[in-house]
């Protein structure tokens, strides 16, 4: 295919579809597996339905994948990206958004290495330019207010939405960063804020985002750090989360099985009833829609 040997498929003239109106309902996708089924040399606690060692490179696992997102009502699905050309960026993603075309799922990604990089202004931007060549011309990627939307996995001060405005400077993202100390009162403001905690089995940011988990449980490490929710529990924290109507009602996450965080369907918690697993489920029947 030729978008494989580096050419883009489309141009990027501006938001290719309706924009987004919130409240919104976003979920964490990972596309890095077969790399990471195992931490450490240590396997995942988890048997999901699909297969214990899917591939995010076979068509049917991303179609599955869609079709559950479209399911559970996720608006945007936010997949992890390091970087230019990791993780087989190009053809994972790009075979995600053609897969939604006909589907209410939206995509973005989560900046993962500013937190590891605090990179420079110059930096984020060639990392904006990547994003905007490969992926935000396309119908399927997620644009508010007629911008492509970013999130940032940042940590530090007021100096990341510093640099993130600074590269920014055209306003042709829509950057939604996450949470830290004081970041209320940073003088520079960005778009939007939210938090990824999937340790707890709630974490509300008022007037920015509202968060469920149904677990943390690492495989590396002997005891969970959230053990798994009931279902009941679950259900009470979807609907919390719902009755909120904050702006981004966010999911941690749908497929992140090396920390034991995904609602994706698993034997594990597969009721008999269940189309789903009783985690989607809930989301199905629970939703601002």
């Known amino acids: 295919m030729i978008w494989l040997a580096g050419v883009p498929r489309g141009h990027y003239t501006g ?3 309706k924009s987004l109106e919130y409240p919104l309902r976003g979920a964490f996708y990972y596309a890095w597996y077969p790399e ?3 931490v450490n040399g240590e396997s995942v606690f988890y048997r999901p339905t699909l297969g ?3 591939s995010n490179n076979d068509p049917v696992v991303q179609k599955a994948h869609v079709d559950a997102l479209d399911y559970i009502h996720v608006d945007v699905a936010i997949v992890s990206w390091w970087g230019m050309d990791q993780k087989l960026d190009r053809a994972r993603i790009t075979n995600l958004l053609d897969k939604s075309v006909a589907t209410n799922v939206k995509w973005s990604v989560y900046h993962e290495m500013e937190r590891h990089e605090n990179q420079s202004p110059q930096g984020i931007r060639g990392d904006l330019d990547y ?3 490969w992926f935000a011309w396309h119908p399927s990627w997620a644009h508010i207010d007629g911008r492509a939307v970013i999130f940032v996995y940042n940590e530090g001060s007021c100096d990341v939405s510093k640099r993130w405005s600074q590269a920014n400077s055209n306003q042709e993202w829509y950057v939604v960063l996450k949470t830290f100390p004081g970041y209320k009162d940073c003088d ?6 939210h938090e990824y905690g999937p340790a707890f089995d709630v974490v509300h940011v008022k007037q920015q985002s509202f968060a469920v988990s149904p677990g943390f449980w690492r495989a590396d490490e002997e005891k969970p750090r959230l053990p798994r929710l009931s279902e009941s529990v679950f259900r009470n924290n979807v609907r919390d989360m719902v009755e909120s109507n904050e702006d981004w009602q966010l999911i941690t996450t749908f497929n992140e099985w090396g920390e034991g965080t995904a609602v994706e369907s698993a034997y594990d918690w597969f009721g008999a009833k269940d189309n789903y697993g009783i985690y989607m489920e809930a989301l199905h029947e629970i939703h601002h829609r």
């Open 15 to 17: 938001s290719p579809g």
């Open 36 to 38: 990471t089924w195992t």
């Open 52 to 54: 214990n060692e899917y």
């Open 131 to 133: 994003l905007r060549k």
């Open 188 to 193: 520079v403001q960005p778009d939007h804020w």
